[in-house]
């Protein structure tokens, strides 16, 4: 596994500990985008891309995060303490989409990304700068991309996706 390409996007406040945005791509074939540099108190490191972890409500079943104090579909009051805990005793209150295995690879991702970083930084004080990063690149259209399977429309009874994906 290669890493060919980071694109870093600074943040414009300095006052928050978020620094930037990433995407990174490997082998020139698979990316990943929200990576964010966040400034910790042993220095920057880098958070994958996470959700955050809900809960149902033991009233409605709703889901709710897991910082809500009270249910946001039926209002009941929701336990405090429902989160499970690392081994320090903090929340754990997101969870990874996409993360290195191990540390070695974690080690690696990391300091490419920390090296992108501190060049954009570096650009980014030179007049005319532009930032590399993009939302979405223009040049790739997600609608032309997609295969379509079947039908698109659930309500007709047909599967949207190819005999060799269902569990049937």
């Known amino acids: 596994m290669e890493i060919t390409e980071v694109r870093i996007k600074l943040m414009d406040d300095n006052n928050e500990r978020l620094q930037a945005f990433c995407s990174v791509t490997f082998d020139d074939c698979f990316v990943v985008r929200d990576v964010k540099i966040i400034e ?8 994958m891309p996470s959700r955050k972890l809900t809960d149902r409500c033991n009233s409605c079943g709703y889901k709710n995060h897991l910082r809500a104090r009270f249910c946001n579909q039926c209002g009941s009051k929701l336990d405090e303490n429902r989160a499970t805990r690392d081994v320090d005793g903090r929340a754990k209150l997101h969870a990874d989409i996409a993360h290195p295995i191990n540390s070695g690879c974690r080690e690696r ?14 650009r980014s004080k030179q007049p005319g700068y532009k930032p590399t990063y993009d939302d979405f690149e223009p040049e790739y259209d997600f609608e032309e ?5 079947g039908r698109t429309r659930p309500d007709q009874g047909e599967s949207r996706f190819p005999a060799s994906y269902s569990s049937k």
Do not use: M, N, R, W
Not at 40 to 47: E, L, R
Not at 109 to 122: F, M, P
């Open 40 to 47: 910790g108190t042993k220095g920057s490191f880098v958070a």
């Open 145 to 149: 991309s997609v295969p379509s399977y």
């Open 109 to 122: 991702v990391q300091g490419a990304i920390l090296a992108a970083y501190e060049e954009e930084l570096i």
